[in-house]
């Protein structure tokens, strides 16, 4: 089993920048194959931000985060980040990570993944 505690969330204003972190344990990244990011804002679903697979590092990201944001990890660390710079009043939400077991080229989709944090709060003031 892994567990997923993300950090780094809060409150800023538009065009600021925050870096999330998501730190795993239990049997870590040597248990996924790729790691996520979503959010979900009131009343909405829960979207796809970005994706990282752990071997190669190839990234993934959603058309309205590209060019802002940027997912990495260390994986001697077992943590995974999200930088976002230029932050705009509708990226805010509650941000999660996710851990998939098997990569299934559906990066995109929440039922890929198998693990899941509790989730950070992102507010961005206009």
């Known amino acids: 089993q892994v567990q997923l505690v993300e950090s780094g969330g809060g409150l800023v204003q538009a065009g600021a920048s925050l870096r999330l972190s998501c730190a795993a344990s239990g049997r870590t990244f040597s248990s996924t194959t790729t790691m996520g990011w979503f959010r979900q804002a009131p009343g909405k679903e829960r979207e796809f931000v970005a994706a990282?697979?752990?071997?190669?590092?190839?990234?993934y990201y959603a058309d309205s985060v590209k060019g802002r944001f940027t997912i990495s990890r260390d994986n001697a660390k077992n943590t995974m980040y999200l930088q976002m710079n230029s932050l705009k009043p509708e990226d805010t939400a509650v941000y999660y990570c996710?851990?998939?077991?098997?990569?299934?080229?559906?990066?995109?989709?929440?039922?890929?993944?198998?693990?899941w944090g509790q989730g950070t709060q992102v507010t961005v003031s206009s």
């Open positions: 996710a851990g998939a077991r098997v990569y299934s080229g559906n990066y995109d989709y929440t039922n890929q993944y198998n693990y």
């Open positions: 990282i697979r752990l071997s190669g590092g190839r990234t």
